[in-house]
């Protein structure tokens, strides 16, 4: 009698209780015929305890263990993996036990049938099968022997070149708890992977398979921070947190860099924080990291300097250095001088050494502040101590006498550091050049130029050099390779040869150089293209300059379609170059076009280009340039640029006052009033000014002068009367009344408030100076009521908008509104047409008697 045991996937094997053991021939037979689908894994099986089968199978399993495990590892044997995994979960989960299977199970057959798997390249079926049976307590050791282990290696190495780097962590997080992973692959080559996918989750994978994750935790964050991606940067910190359990410090550091290296400074500062509020105290590398991070802002930087000292956190070397950095970047000599001077004293007392950075730093805060005896005081502070100029000390000291207008004395450093030894770069020779072109000394810079492209130099013996320096007795106590002193250093030759490759900036301070020999500047531009270095923005804008020097407006002008041309955009410095050159050859019309060209090509203008422009005019002849230049007025305000208002406002009143025949006003009390006016901001009166005259063509005139002193309420009226008579000259209408509000009060138990002497400079401007008729009109207005179209304010919509109060139709309102207390002035049509009529009269008469006078003369 035959009992059938049905598996997953409709393996069926036939058993016999009359043969309880089998041969191996009869084994084989019967793997023959067994038949094994391929479907997909599936859950595990389960067998119902209410089946009939379930007592047949808890019964005979046992028994029956044996031929199971030699079944299931022959089909591993075979490479048939996922065959074996469906037996092995099969009979443990039928069976309920997995330990008698496992001891009975063949792993070195297995571990034959794994190996070859992976010679055929079937990895993902390997790490399937490792998963799965890692589940039913089955160490992945035990299925990979030491040639499996080797091809896992070789398969771990090419999944990584093919930037498969998922399959790897798959596998490394079965296999971790059991077998060790270091030597697998390459942690760099898989974060590198996983850093360019911006994968912070598969990297956070990766890490926890490693035993020494906190070291890859700080490479995950570090490579996400040089690639700019501090929000998977972040991901890679918090998950951090979760995995290593206790804070490490190494971490932390690793974080405040990277949020220093993407600008978002502010999260160090909340990282710092969160620490405090943990009760955390950072080491000292962590205050280092955060210090140099916010070195920017130096009185944060030495904040955390003090909590540092209060929460007992000793201070080291970089520490001062980040301080000193701190202080350089301010500009604060004298905080630098006290750092230098605590310092010195702590290394005199032995608990600090100073460094090279530290002697560096100072020296750059006393060449940017152009201190250069100072700064050589330092170097000699540093040879007394025995300590050796680099090569970024000597370009320090080289940039503090260049700063400073010291030529000389910068190539005597220059020749000194050569004599010690030190090889200079391009960017120390670029220091020196520039110092000659910025000192006028333009034929000095070009001889030293050829002398270092062509290597001309001569040769002095280490004899000779040794001489020179052991007859100066101030340095006798010193050692022979710090004795920089050289006799008649003013005619000394370099002593030998040195690399010297000219970059970009040396053709360009070179070009410079040039002046106004734009030819000379082409040719090096030429130069500069046949050594394999590419023109910047920096390089044509050179060349623009050199052209408009000489007057060359069309030279400029071609050379920023040139520029264009040759594939760089032009960029604000190129347009404010070419708009500068054209301001200064007086072709105004040009640079304002080159501004809309510029605007059009969404270049944001910067303060140089609006202050260029707005100072193009000594004076204005015309509307239209007024309207122009209040355009790129407001527009420069609204870009955020603070601006001289004091210039534009007395060219503006220069404009204004034009529209006064009689000279005979006291100039005196008006350059009171200036006087009196020069601190008071004038973009209140720029923006009204601005505002009225960009309606121009309106047929009513409302000027509001509240708020407005004296001065500027009458460059307001004479600006709106400037623009009334320039537009009538072109033929347009006279507009209507012209109301100027003085003074509004919303409060009907309150009479209207105004400025009296304002009022009556404004009535006697209109009156006495003008000739125009003014009536005071004082009135109480309900802003409900329905006013006439014709009234002077046209209606009261008009009225609301101009005074800031919302109307709305009189069915709609309510009756209880308050009333408006309203003062103004009116210059009537009238007199308006009367005084327009009589100033052209006069300006005709003047040009008929000018035509006459010349031609009498001719």
């Given at each position: 009698?035959r009992?059938?045991?049905?598996l997953?996937?409709?393996?069926?094997v036939?058993v016999?209780?009359?043969q309880p053991?089998l041969s191996?021939p009869?084994?084989?037979?019967s793997?023959?015929n067994?038949?094994?689908s391929?479907?997909?894994?599936?859950?595990l099986p389960t067998v119902?305890?209410?089946?009939?089968?379930?007592s047949?199978?808890?019964?005979d399993c046992?028994?029956r263990?044996p031929?199971y495990?030699?079944?299931?590892?022959?089909?591993?044997?075979?490479g048939?993996?996922?065959d074996?995994?469906?037996?092995?979960?099969?009979?443990?989960v039928?069976?309920?036990t997995?330990?008698d299977?496992?001891?009975a199970?063949?792993f070195?057959l297995v571990a034959k049938?794994v190996?070859q798997?992976?010679?055929?390249?079937k990895?993902?079926s390997?790490?399937?099968?490792?998963?799965?049976?890692?589940?039913?307590?089955?160490?992945?050791?035990?299925?990979?022997d030491?040639?499996g282990l080797?091809l896992?290696?070789?398969e771990?190495q090419?999944?990584v070149n093919?930037?498969?780097a998922?399959?790897?962590?798959?596998f490394m997080?079965?296999?971790a708890?059991d077998?060790?992973?270091?030597?697998?692959?390459?942690?760099?080559a898989v974060l590198k992977?996983?850093?360019a996918?911006?994968?912070?989750n598969?990297?956070?994978?990766y890490?926890?398979t490693?035993p020494?994750?906190?070291?890859?935790?700080?490479?995950i964050?570090?490579?996400?921070?040089?690639k700019?991606?501090?929000?998977s940067a972040l991901?890679a910190?918090e998950?951090?947190?979760?995995n290593?359990?206790t804070?490490n410090m190494y971490?932390?550091?690793?974080?405040i860099?990277?949020?220093g290296l993407?600008g978002d400074f502010m999260r160090?500062r909340c990282?710092?924080?969160?620490?405090?509020?943990?009760k955390?105290?950072p080491?000292?590398?962590?205050f280092?990291?955060l210090?140099?991070?916010n070195a920017?802002?130096w009185s944060?930087?030495?904040?955390?300097y003090k909590?540092?000292?209060?929460?007992?956190?000793?201070?080291?070397?970089?520490?001062?250095?980040i301080?000193l950095?701190?202080?350089c970047l301010?500009?604060?000599?004298d905080?630098?001088?006290?750092?230098?001077r605590d310092?010195?004293?702590?290394?005199s007392?032995?608990?600090?050494?100073?460094?090279?950075?530290?002697y560096?730093?100072?020296i750059?805060v006393?060449?940017d502040?152009?201190l250069w005896?100072m700064a050589?005081q330092v170097k000699?502070d540093?040879l007394t101590a025995?300590a050796a100029?680099?090569l970024?000390?000597?370009?320090?000291l080289i940039s503090?006498?260049?700063?400073a207008?010291?030529?000389?004395r910068a190539?005597?450093?220059?020749e000194?550091?050569?004599?010690?030894?030190?090889?200079?770069n391009?960017q120390?020779c670029n220091?020196?050049l520039?110092?000659?072109?910025?000192a006028?000394q333009y034929?000095r810079?070009f001889?030293?130029?050829?002398a270092w492209?062509?290597s001309?130099?001569q040769h002095?013996?280490?004899?000779?050099?040794?001489?020179s320096?052991e007859?100066?007795?101030s340095?006798?106590?010193l050692p022979?390779?710090?004795?920089t002193?050289v006799p008649n250093?003013?005619?000394?030759?370099f002593?030998?040869?040195?690399?010297?490759?000219?970059?970009s900036t040396?053709y360009?301070?070179?070009m410079?150089?040039?002046?106004t020999?734009?030819?000379?500047?082409?040719?090096?531009?030429?130069?500069?293209?046949?050594?394999?270095?590419?023109p910047?923005h920096?390089?044509?804008?050179?060349?623009?300059?050199?052209?408009g020097?000489?007057?060359?407006v069309e030279?400029?002008?071609?050379?920023?379609k040139n520029?264009?041309?040759a594939g760089?955009e032009?960029d604000?410095?190129a347009?404010?170059?070419?708009?500068?050159v054209?301001?200064e050859n007086?072709n105004?019309n040009?640079?304002?076009s080159?501004?809309e060209e510029?605007?059009g090509?969404r270049i944001?203008p910067?303060?140089?280009t609006y202050?260029t422009?707005?100072r193009?005019?000594?004076r204005?002849?015309?509307l239209?340039?007024?309207q122009q230049c209040?355009?790129?007025y407001q527009d420069?305000?609204?870009?955020?640029?603070?601006?001289?208002?004091?210039y534009?406002?007395?060219?503006i009143?220069?404009?204004?006052?034009g529209?006064?025949?009689?000279n005979?006003?006291?100039?005196?009390?008006?350059?009171?009033?200036k006087i009196?006016?020069?601190r008071r901001?004038?973009?209140?009166?720029l923006?009204?000014?601005a505002?009225?005259l960009?309606?121009?063509?309106?047929?009513?005139?409302?000027?509001?002068i509240?708020g407005l002193?004296k001065?500027e309420?009458r460059?307001?009226v004479l600006a709106v009367?400037?623009?009334?008579?320039?537009?009538?000259?072109?033929?347009?209408l006279v507009p209507?009344?012209i109301?100027i509000i003085?003074?509004?009060?919303?409060?009907?138990?309150?009479?209207?408030?105004?400025d009296t002497?304002?009022?009556?400079?404004?009535s006697?401007l209109l009156?006495?100076e003008?000739?125009?008729e003014v009536l005071?009109?004082?009135?109480?207005i309900a802003?409900?009521?329905?006013m006439?179209?014709?009234?002077?304010?046209?209606s009261?919509?008009?009225?609301?908008?101009?005074?800031?109060?919302?109307?709305?139709?009189?069915e709609?309102?309510?009756s209880?509104r308050?009333?408006?207390?309203l003062?103004?002035?009116k210059v009537?049509?009238k007199?308006?047409y009367?005084?327009?009529?009589?100033?052209?009269?006069?300006m005709s008469?003047?040009?008929?008697?000018k035509?006459?006078?010349s031609?009498f003369?001719?």
């Amino acid at each position: 009698m035959r009992d059938l045991l049905i598996l997953r996937y409709s393996f069926s094997v036939v058993v016999s209780h009359n043969q309880p053991h089998l041969s191996k021939p009869k084994l084989k037979s019967s793997l023959t015929n067994l038949s094994i689908s391929s479907a997909p894994p599936s859950p595990l099986p389960t067998v119902d305890s209410r089946s009939p089968l379930h007592s047949t199978v808890s019964r005979d399993c046992k028994l029956r263990l044996p031929y199971y495990a030699d079944l299931a590892s022959n089909l591993a044997r075979d490479g048939r993996l996922h065959d074996f995994a469906v037996i092995v979960e099969s009979v443990i989960v039928s069976c309920g036990t997995a330990s008698d299977l496992l001891s009975a199970l063949n792993f070195e057959l297995v571990a034959k049938g794994v190996s070859q798997n992976l010679r055929d390249g079937k990895f993902d079926s390997v790490i399937d099968v490792l998963r799965r049976v890692g589940k039913l307590g089955v160490a992945p050791s035990k299925l990979l022997d030491r040639v499996g282990l080797k091809l896992v290696r070789e398969e771990c190495q090419r999944s990584v070149n093919f930037g498969e780097a998922d399959k790897v962590v798959d596998f490394m997080e079965i296999i971790a708890d059991d077998i060790s992973v270091n030597e697998l692959v390459d942690p760099s080559a898989v974060l590198k992977i996983c850093v360019a996918r911006r994968n912070s989750n598969l990297a956070v994978r990766y890490a926890c398979t490693l035993p020494h994750k906190h070291i890859i935790f700080c490479s995950i964050i570090s490579e996400f921070g040089k690639k700019g991606d501090l929000v998977s940067a972040l991901t890679a910190f918090e998950a951090s947190k979760e995995n290593l359990g206790t804070p490490n410090m190494y971490v932390f550091r690793s974080i405040i860099d990277t949020c220093g290296l993407c600008g978002d400074f502010m999260r160090a500062r909340c990282i710092y924080q969160d620490l405090i509020k943990q009760k955390i105290t950072p080491n000292i590398y962590v205050f280092n990291s955060l210090m140099n991070v916010n070195a920017h802002d130096w009185s944060y930087t030495f904040h955390l300097y003090k909590n540092m000292q209060n929460l007992g956190v000793t201070a080291d070397m970089a520490t001062y250095n980040i301080l000193l950095k701190a202080c350089c970047l301010a500009g604060r000599v004298d905080l630098a001088q006290d750092i230098y001077r605590d310092v010195k004293r702590m290394e005199s007392s032995g608990s600090l050494k100073l460094d090279i950075f530290t002697y560096s730093t100072v020296i750059k805060v006393f060449a940017d502040a152009k201190l250069w005896q100072m700064a050589l005081q330092v170097k000699e502070d540093m040879l007394t101590a025995g300590a050796a100029p680099n090569l970024y000390t000597w370009s320090a000291l080289i940039s503090a006498c260049a700063n400073a207008g010291r030529v000389d004395r910068a190539i005597q450093l220059f020749e000194e550091m050569l004599l010690a030894g030190c090889e200079p770069n391009s960017q120390c020779c670029n220091i020196l050049l520039h110092a000659c072109v910025e000192a006028c000394q333009y034929d000095r810079a070009f001889r030293l130029f050829k002398a270092w492209k062509g290597s001309e130099f001569q040769h002095i013996t280490a004899e000779d050099y040794k001489d020179s320096t052991e007859s100066s007795s101030s340095r006798a106590h010193l050692p022979k390779h710090c004795r920089t002193n050289v006799p008649n250093s003013n005619h000394l030759s370099f002593i030998r040869r040195f690399p010297f490759k000219p970059t970009s900036t040396t053709y360009n301070i070179l070009m410079k150089a040039c002046g106004t020999d734009y030819c000379r500047a082409t040719a090096l531009m030429d130069e500069m293209k046949t050594a394999g270095l590419s023109p910047s923005h920096r390089t044509w804008t050179i060349l623009i300059g050199s052209h408009g020097s000489l007057g060359d407006v069309e030279g400029a002008l071609q050379i920023l379609k040139n520029m264009r041309t040759a594939g760089i955009e032009p960029d604000v410095v190129a347009y404010t170059t070419t708009i500068k050159v054209c301001v200064e050859n007086k072709n105004l019309n040009q640079a304002f076009s080159l501004f809309e060209e510029m605007k059009g090509y969404r270049i944001q203008p910067n303060l140089v280009t609006y202050n260029t422009l707005l100072r193009a005019r000594s004076r204005y002849g015309s509307l239209k340039e007024v309207q122009q230049c209040l355009a790129i007025y407001q527009d420069m305000r609204k870009a955020g640029f603070k601006s001289n208002d004091y210039y534009l406002k007395e060219l503006i009143e220069e404009w204004c006052e034009g529209v006064i025949q009689d000279n005979n006003r006291n100039q005196g009390e008006l350059a009171s009033c200036k006087i009196t006016n020069l601190r008071r901001s004038h973009g209140v009166l720029l923006e009204s000014v601005a505002a009225h005259l960009q309606k121009s063509n309106s047929k009513s005139v409302m000027v509001d002068i509240q708020g407005l002193t004296k001065v500027e309420a009458r460059i307001l009226v004479l600006a709106v009367l400037r623009m009334i008579k320039e537009n009538y000259s072109q033929g347009n209408l006279v507009p209507d009344d012209i109301w100027i509000i003085i003074g509004i009060n919303n409060v009907a138990a309150e009479p209207a408030r105004y400025d009296t002497e304002v009022k009556e400079e404004i009535s006697k401007l209109l009156r006495n100076e003008l000739g125009l008729e003014v009536l005071l009109s004082g009135s109480r207005i309900a802003v409900d009521e329905q006013m006439d179209m014709q009234s002077p304010l046209d209606s009261d919509q008009k009225l609301g908008e101009m005074l800031g109060v919302k109307t709305f139709p009189a069915e709609l309102e309510s009756s209880s509104r308050r009333p408006i207390d309203l003062l103004r002035l009116k210059v009537t049509k009238k007199s308006l047409y009367r005084w327009l009529q009589k100033r052209q009269k006069g300006m005709s008469l003047h040009y008929r008697f000018k035509k006459g006078l010349s031609t009498f003369r001719a």
